[in-house]
Structures are given as C-alpha cells and as structure tokens.
T-cell receptor, first 109, second 113 residues
C-alpha cells in the first residue's frame, strides 16, 4: 500500500537553530515527491518537486533532498516567519497524490 | 505566479442537501485536482482531471461526488446528499506546467449540520 510518513509530528526550534524534517515513503512507481508549506486555514503553498534519488533543490533557507526511500527538508537558520506545517506528498504511477500528515514547525524568536 | 480561486469561502448546509463548490484556475492549466482536509487530519486526494476527463479518483470519491467543467473555465465539485462526515476544507489545485507544480486555491470550508 502506498503511504507517506512524516516525522516529527511537531518541532519547536529557536530562531537560527537549523534542523531537518523527514518524509518516508513507499509508493509504486514514484513520479514525483512534493513539499508544501501550509499556514492555518489556508491552502498548501508549493515549495519543491523532486523526481529522482540524489536530486536536491533549494529556496531561501530551505533545501529538499531525495533518496529512494525518503526525503528531507532542511531548514537553515530559521526565522519565526518559517513557522507553519510542512507537508510532503508523493505522486504514484497511477497519478494519485498521497499526502503525509505534516510536521508542525514552530520557530521561537 | 499562477492563481487559483475558490468560492464560496465557507458553506454551511444541512445534512442531505446538495452543495456545489467552485474553482477557477487563472490562466491555462494541464491538470486539475480536488482534495479535502478534515480538521486536524491530512490532505486527502479526491479526483484528478485531465483533458476534460477524470483521470484518477480515490476511494473517497464515490457516487455522491461529481466533477464538472460547466463553462470551459470553472470547475465544480458537487456533493449530492451531504453527510456530517463531509464537513472539511475542500481544496482545488491546478498544474500549469510539466514540472507538476500544484497551485492550491484558498479552500472552501464546508460545514454540514
């Protein structure tokens, strides 16, 4: 069964304290892995798409990496405005998109 | 950045009533999706739409649900006879390029009483 597991469920960091969020997946024929940011009461905001193991993408303080079994979202020197829920999703060969439950990130000033 | 809009922002309906949720992806799109997110739970895929046809649907998307493109631009999600458990945020999302970046709308909060 295709599934996506994100860890930790919640993470509290001090401003400037770098860390990583994990997304483990099992899927039949990965077509793409996506990272989103979701603020309370809003729709997910696209961050990255990764297609193959070894691929990396960066955007400001965020960097996403992909292996055959998991993806990491590294956040470097985070700021309070980076506080949000970060969602990971995979697109399987049958085009279905499966989301993880997300990691709630809280950056303390 | 491509924009997706949804109406209404909040819909309250009684159990058993039909509801229609609307979405407008601004500018051309390749794929179109509907999702739901029950409060405190993960985003769940409902249906994808490509070339004016349903390309994939989940187990959630049963006979109570239907999608249409009534006028060539708007997309609608219809729930024929709402149940209490249909209460959720409903998001539409559009893909505008082959990079499969999905742009989500702001969502419609559906409350079934």
């Amino acid at each position: 069964e295709d599934q996506v597991t994100q860890s930790p469920e919640a993470l509290r960091l001090q401003e400037g304290e770098s860390s990583s969020l994990n997304c483990s997946y099992t899927v039949s024929g990965l077509r793409g892995l996506f990272w989103y940011r979701q603020d309370p009461g809003k729709g997910p905001e696209f961050l990255f798409t990764l297609y193959s193991a070894g691929e990396e993408k960066e955007k400001e303080r965020l960097k996403a990496t992909l292996t055959k079994k998991e993806s990491f979202l590294h956040i470097t020197a985070p700021k309070p405005e980076d506080s949000a829920t970060y969602l990971c999703a995979v697109q399987a060969r049958d085009d279905k998109i499966i989301f993880g439950k997300g990691t709630r990130l809280h950056i303390l000033p | 950045e491509p924009e997706v809009t949804q109406t209404p922002s909040h819909q309250v309906t009684q159990m058993g009533q039909e509801v229609i949720l609307r979405c407008v992806p601004i500018s051309n799109h390749l794929y179109f999706y509907w999702y739901r997110q029950i409060l405190g739970q993960k985003v769940e895929f409902l249906v994808s739409f490509y070339n004016n046809e349903i390309s994939e649907k989940s187990e959630i998307f049963d006979d109570q649900f239907s999608v249409e493109r009534p006028d060539g631009s708007n997309f609608t999600l219809k729930i024929r006879s709402t149940k209490l458990e249909d209460s959720a945020m409903y998001f539409c999302a559009a893909v505008f390029s082959l990079s499969y970046e999905q742009y989500f709308g702001p969502g419609t909060r559906l409350t079934v009483t």
